[in-house]
Structure formats: C-alpha cells, structure tokens
C-alpha cells in the first residue's frame, strides 16, 4: 500500500465503520453530513450489497454506499434503520454518500505525518459479490 505525505495542515473529516478502523476524507470532498433513514432509501436488485440503494436530495439523486462491508466484513446498514451519511463530491462532478457508523472529527495532519494511499474505494465497493 503507497504511503501519502498530505500537505501539513490539511484538514480531514475522520469517521469509524463500527468496527477497529479509523478513517479518514479529505474535507475539500466533503459537501456535508447528514442523517438518512432505511425508508428514505430506495433499493436496487442486482446491485453489489455495499450500494445500499438510492436516495433524492435537493432534486438530486444520490448513490448510498456501505463501504463497512469490504473494509470491515460487515454492512452498517444492515444492522440499523438510520445512520449518519457522508455526501462527497467526485472528481468527475458527482456526488455519492457514504453510510458510516459515526462522524468524528475534523483533524488536520501535523508536519511529518503521513497516511496510507485509501484502496479504490466505488471500485471495492461496487465489484460484483
């Protein structure tokens, strides 16, 4: 896994999955958090199980993704009906939410510190089961 050296000061929106990681997204990505119910999320058949389904904001929709699942072996949404979502904005111009079992903190990374390179997340998240 490839070692990333950010630059001193960036800021950093820190969550858990529930289970021993902590993690971690750039705040520049970040458009805000906020709190989804199961029933405001629209399932979809044949999709991988960490997309939860779809959801409408502000005219939009939205992907819901698990990443707990392949990260920590196991779905956060699958064991609550309501949880804090992440909305980030893609580099493409979308945007996508993540399900995640709680927001921390905002952190910013002293001199020196470096993090590991995150795997390609939709790509582990949406690969067929």
Do not use: H
């Amino acid at each position: 896994m490839k070692v990333l050296a950010p630059a001193t000061g960036q800021a950093y929106l820190t969550f858990d999955l529930g289970g021993s990681g902590r993690y971690a997204l750039a705040a520049s990505v970040v458009c805000e958090v906020i709190e989804l119910a199961a029933c405001q999320v629209t399932t979809l058949p044949g999709t991988p199980a960490a997309v939860v389904g779809i959801f409408g904001r502000d005219g939009e929709l939205f992907w819901l993704i698990d990443p707990a699942g392949p990260l920590e072996g196991r779905l956060i949404t699958a064991q609550r009906s309501c949880w804090p979502a992440i909305v980030v904005n893609e580099p493409a111009g979308g945007r996508f939410a993540l399900a995640v079992n709680a927001v921390e903190a905002v952190v910013s990374l002293a001199a020196g510190r470096s993090i590991l390179e995150p795997p390609a997340l939709l790509a582990l998240c949406c690969r067929p089961d």
